[in-house]
């Protein structure tokens, strides 16, 4: 089945500073890629995503990346603000006969003031 | 709208015990599933629902049962609690039937299992 691996575990930025969040998934057949931001204590809600016929997403101070051909995408966030430290997982949706959304461990990021 | 609601918020349990985690959702998604949240884990997939009566297994489903009688409602049923099912349970729907993709969460239930 589809496995997706994140990195880093955790990361530390200051404020102002950029931070990137990569991902790797294993089924060349999936062809939607989440991203969720979860604040503490608070439920996963989506932030952006993007779809394989698509090679980058802008949203604002968040994009997203994506190279089928290595099976990996990328969260970025510039100017990041204290606001911005959550948890972000990012997910890869498996393609069966219905859908499931596989999920990263998560990525715990930290903005320094 | 409610959006997705979920019951209780938080649940202890003694080992062997069992219970219902409830999830209900108003806004008419034909999709609904059950995540377990654990530390360094992410959100694994419990088990899902494509509409009333069709329920299928994720990639965790051993210990849990589920059933969907209506498009509401998906509640998830522990049938002999053990200390590994303690976690923090999420309940979601997407409106985006068939590929199930953009998925609402509900608060969370944290269960302890003792």
């Known amino acids: 089945g589809e496995n997706v691996e994140q990195h880093p575990s955790t990361l530390s930025v200051q404020e102002g500073d950029s931070a990137v969040i990569k991902c790797t998934y294993s089924d060349s057949a999936s062809n939607y890629f989440p991203w969720y931001k979860q604040e503490l204590g608070k439920r996963p809600q989506l932030i952006i995503d993007i779809r394989s016929n698509v090679g980058e997403k802008k949203d604002q101070r968040i994009a997203v990346t994506l190279n089928k051909t290595a099976k990996h995408f990328s969260l970025h966030i510039t100017e990041t603000q204290p606001e911005d430290s959550a948890v972000y997982f990012c997910?890869?949706?498996?393609?069966?006969?219905?859908?499931?959304?596989?999920f990263g461990p998560g990525t715990s990021l930290s903005v320094i003031p | 709208n409610a959006g997705v609601t979920q019951t209780p918020k938080f649940q202890v349990l003694k080992t062997g015990q069992s219970m219902t985690l409830q999830c209900a959702q108003d806004?008419?998604?034909?999709?609904m599933s059950w995540y377990r949240q654990d530390p360094g884990m992410g959100l694994r997939l419990i088990h899902y629902s494509v509409g009333a009566g069709i329920t299928d297994q994720g990639e965790v489903p051993n210990g849990y049962n589920v059933s969907r009688s209506t498009t509401e409602d998906f509640p998830l049923r522990l049938l002999s609690a053990a200390p590994s099912q303690t976690s923090v349970y999420f309940c979601a729907s997407s409106p985006d039937y068939p590929t199930n993709e953009k998925l609402f969460f509900g608060s969370g239930t944290q269960l302890s299992v003792l």
């Open positions: 806004m008419n998604h034909e999709y």
């Open positions: 997910a890869a949706s498996l393609k069966t006969s219905y859908d499931k959304v596989i």
